[in-house]
């Protein structure tokens, strides 16, 4: 590589864009929060029994499936706020990081809601017979047996959620936001793109290294959780 | 909403739908196939080799796809500029280069590594006994590979490869990124002058939605038609 890939230049650069770091946590946790509730909704429908509303939830995760992220950033960033305005709603006071979130919760709400919908189904329905036989109600039933259980089926795929989440954050840069990448992006403009390999392997490893600790994250939390519970799930 | 627009808009598509055709297909067939090459090594723990691509799997399952794009793009042919104008060869040509050949590069390392775990399960799904039976009867291990083994991991692997394959031609929109007009590009160049993004738009997502229906079909219809050979896997 000679003398124009400069290692010593990486940590700095990474340092750099770390400072971004923050605001990519804030994307992930609030599109986490919010595709949970959208996806709890959309699980609800789909396993609510009624064709209609299992419809309604099946059109939309495939409809999400269907969807580069891209493009919905751009739909929600460019058409909606017109419509919104139209309707009297003022988006112009909404943050770029706002739109991110709202299209990332958006299109995880469909992982979301899948997750819950097959680890709900996971758990063998003779469990409610058996928690009704020993004289449990309904909630209570969903709360204390059903839950814990599809939880753990659950925890692994959700692990796999917030990885996808996270790396879908990159493309906040689409519109400008600030987030790991947005920051790289701003950073080699000043640069007058020099040393861009070097930015670029920087990020990739703030990535990369995020994306280990989630995934090991998980694993430990998923054997935690299901220490002792291997005979219930069978 | 301005239906001329649409109408004016869709036999324009044409390039632009190719691009995105031939940027997921290339990256779908160049992919699989270095996919598969680690997958085997993988599975067969080959020394040193198999070390380095669990780290290289991780490493590009990790990073989003756009980093290694930007990187195929902007560094890539910088470094490039930079090497030949030390040995004094001329460097036109080598920045802002809009053939296909940047984003497909970019996406068939990263589908590389996501394929390799999607044929590397379907490997390992297939008993070892069967490989030991087939070289019991004479056959040599790639004989063996080719005869017994992949027919069977394959037809494991596909409905994995139907979801692989639709993430690309999602994943081909970031391509828009690397000065190559494709679907997502062409959209928003169209749109930007009169800000006519909801026609443009409302067309691709459409387009995109009839994609991701068309192909996953079609792969259930593979999945159907090679179903026939999953029989023998079952029993064991």
């Known amino acids: 590589m000679g003398n124009y890939f400069d290692f010593s230049k990486i940590p700095g650069l ?17 599109s986490l929060i919010f595709s949970l509730l959208i996806g709890l909704a959309f699980a609800s429908l789909a396993l609510s029994g009624n064709k209609v509303l299992n419809a309604v939830a099946k059109g939309y995760v495939a409809f999400m499936r269907g969807m580069p992220t891209l493009v919905l950033i751009f739909i929600l960033y460019f058409v909606v706020p017109v419509y919104l305005k139209k309707a009297g709603i003022n988006t112009d006071s909404w943050s770029k990081d706002m739109f991110i979130i709202i ?47 599809a939880f753990g089926v659950a925890i692994p795929i959700l692990g796999n959620n917030i990885v996808a989440l996270f790396k879908a954050t990159s493309l906040a840069f689409s519109i400008g936001a600030l987030d790991l990448f947005g920051k790289v992006k701003l950073i080699s403009g000043r640069l007058y793109g020099l040393n861009r390999a070097e930015l670029y392997l920087g990020v990739a490893v703030i990535y990369w290294v995020v994306c280990v600790l989630l995934e090991w994250a998980t694993k430990r939390a998923e054997k935690r959780y299901t220490r002792g519970r291997k005979a219930l799930t069978v | 909403m301005d239906f001329k627009f649409i109408v004016q808009m869709i036999p324009q598509m044409a390039p632009a739908l190719e691009n995105t055709f031939l940027i997921a297909v290339v990256s779908a067939v160049l992919g699989w196939i270095l996919g598969m090459v680690i997958a085997l090594i993988r599975t067969n723990r080959v020394r040193v080799l198999a070390r380095i691509l669990t780290v290289y799997v991780s490493f590009m399952r990790s990073v989003p796809l756009i980093i290694i794009m930007f990187f195929t793009y902007f560094a890539v042919p910088t470094l490039i500029a930079y090497y030949r104008v030390e040995h004094g060869l001329p460097v036109e ?28 399960s379907a490997l390992s799904a297939i008993p070892h006994d069967q490989m030991e039976a087939a070289k019991s009867v004479g056959m040599t291990g ?95």
């Open chain 1, 14 to 30: 990474m340092a750099s864009t770390m400072q971004a770091f923050p605001t990519t946590v804030k994307l992930v946790v609030w």
């Open chain 1, 103 to 149: 299209t990332l919760s958006l299109s995880s709400a469909a992982n979301m809601a899948e997750m819950m919908r097959s680890s709900y189904l996971a758990v063998n329905r003779y469990q409610w017979e058996a928690a009704y036989s020993v004289g449990m109600t309904g909630f209570d039933v969903f709360r204390r047996i059903i839950f814990p259980q």
């Open chain 2, 93 to 120: 040509n080598i920045a802002g280069n809009t053939s296909l050949v940047c984003p497909i590069a970019a996406m068939t390392l990263s589908e590389a590594a996501f394929s390799s775990e999607t044929f590397r």
């Open chain 2, 142 to 236: 790639i004989q063996a590979y080719f005869r017994i083994i992949f027919p069977q991991a394959f037809v494991i692997a596909l409905p994995n490869m139907g979801g692989l394959f639709i993430g690309l031609i999602k994943n081909s929109s970031l391509a828009y990124y690397s000065g190559v007009v494709e679907v997502t590009g062409f959209a928003y160049t169209l749109a930007s002058p009169t800000y006519q993004f909801l026609e443009a738009f409302f067309v691709i997502a459409l387009l995109y939605e009839a994609l991701s229906f068309v192909f996953s079909r079609l792969f259930r219809i593979l999945e159907r038609a090679f179903g026939r050979y999953r029989t023998g896997i079952v029993l064991q």
